[in-house]
């Protein structure tokens, strides 16, 4: 496949070191196999990144401008995988589009859905072209191109959600399939609801407590609450120490998802606040076991 | 120093691990230091674990009953540490320091201060024994004496509540030097405000977010989100997946500092969520970078 990755950070460029990779492994299995070869051309806003990319070998060629990629690469492009951040999706494709065959997919790696594929779906057809929403859920604790590695994707789950071109859903499943992810169809309200549980709002629930705990205004327990911290406060505020930008783009592209997990979950906090009132400490114990026998539904141990 | 353990787990266990390998190292060093030689006597309620404690020589000797303890050994002990969970702090005090001599200084490794202090020094008291509180903030994700580690102390704090009794509070903070922890002094009521911000709301904290994932009504979205969850729910839903019986102790033994905490971040969630809801994108992200910021004053990277 020829495919074009919009967006040169650590997803674009992880994804395009195993899509050129795969061809070296291909070319090992079976010489004849060459046609099926993948090419890469990549997009970035930074000029350094674009020679970085093709450096380590996650494009083969890249530019600032899809005006300096050859028009007959762009006229065989199968699929473009967009993976800027969430609020560059749609201004990225309005300016993309119009530079591409009819015949090209997009698809995107956003971590919301709804705020995008019905948008996004509306700019492609005005070009004839199909948009499919992704999310493949990966990731490390590093960002941008040097950060790209191998299979980051392996074994990883990602959404696409559906659309009645089975066609064009089939190449972005096949897309994410061959870099070792499990896929999922959803829609992208399920999807953006999921999400919102499970990775948004537990942002700010762990941000939360970060906060709370710098509102102490007693400095001698403000100190000691620094030092005394350990394991226990490290991974419970992971997440809410993490890129501000990302937390809002969140927030803001899933705000009712996000907030429907937030009532959910300050009703929840609320219960457990009345337990420990009303000095209800077997009830207490019954809901952490409950919650200790639940955990492993979402990581297995 | 001639020193009991009572209650051989993780904890107990450890200690004892490194008071007698401490001998070792002290030989080595120099014959004439041997008068310097750590005697560690254990009692533990489950006969197996005294012979497990003897056998990795985490005690000299070890007993389901202090009167098979020998009277000359029990007359030289310098210091009582009691390793029991919270709950059992004050009935093992109870019984076993009416058989103990009134040079003898307690101590214990509760998480909670207040509900203890106070108390045990009034039992102490009655015998003409001294009681300082103790907290070493050590651990793992393990139980029981075959979990004890050498050096799992080291480098952790430890806090140690005051006393007019300053040479019973030296023999104390000695101790936990000894295996190489950093020494704090607090009132139990500072102590146990820290920790409710740190360790004790966060399980609270944690577990609702589990509880309130289970909530999901729509049995696609919820497995959906069981799928999806990755490194962030596991983090920040870890602790509120921990031991219950530990949790519902943390509320029951620090009830007040664990409800302070908890209004806190009820009200520090509630100006997240007003934030979103009154799309404030731009305040939302300077409340999360300023979490980013705070966050390496209790957790450095």
């Known amino acids: ?5 919009v967006g040169l950070g ?3 460029g992880s994804l395009g070191l195993d899509l050129l990779a795969a061809n070296q492994d291909s070319k090992q299995d079976s010489e004849i196999n060459s046609q099926q070869n993948n090419y890469v051309w990549g997009l970035s806003r930074n000029p350094e990144t674009c020679k970085q990319g093709e450096a380590i070998a996650a494009v083969n060629i890249a530019d600032t401008d899809i005006e300096n990629i050859p028009d007959r690469i762009l006229a065989q492009t199968d699929l473009v995988v967009i993976c800027t951040p969430i609020a560059a999706i749609l201004p990225t494709l309005t300016a993309i589009a119009p530079k591409l065959p009819s015949h090209v997919i997009f698809t995107d790696v956003g971590s919301v859905k709804a705020a995008i594929v019905e948008p996004a779906s509306t700019i492609c057809s005005e070009f004839g072209q199909r948009f499919i929403g992704s999310h493949p859920m990966a990731g490390t604790a590093f960002q941008g191109i040097l950060a790209a590695e191998r299979n980051l994707f392996q074994n990883r789950p990602c959404v696409v959600t559906p659309s009645e071109d089975l066609e064009a859903l089939e190449k972005v499943r096949s897309l994410w399939q061959s870099v070792g992810m499990r896929v999922f169809e959803c829609s992208p309200a399920e999807h953006d609801r999921a999400v919102a549980m499970i990775s948004h709002a ?9 906060a709370a705990c710098q509102q102490e205004n007693d400095v001698k327990v403000l100190n000691l609450a620094q030092t005394l911290a350990s394991s226990g406060f490290r991974d419970t505020s992971r997440v809410g120490g993490g890129n501000p930008e990302l937390g809002r783009l969140m927030a803001e592209y899933n705000q009712s998802a996000v907030l429907r997990s937030l009532y959910a979950y300050r009703q929840t906090l609320q219960k457990v606040i009345n337990l420990i009132e009303d000095q209800q400490w077997d009830q207490l114990e019954d809901f952490l076991a409950k919650t200790q026998r639940d955990r492993p539904f979402y990581v297995p141990e």
């Open 202 to 210: 537990p942002v700010m629930i762990s941000a939360s407590l970060i």
């Open 10 to 12: 650590l997803i674009g």
């Open 1 to 5: 496949m020829n495919i074009g990755i």
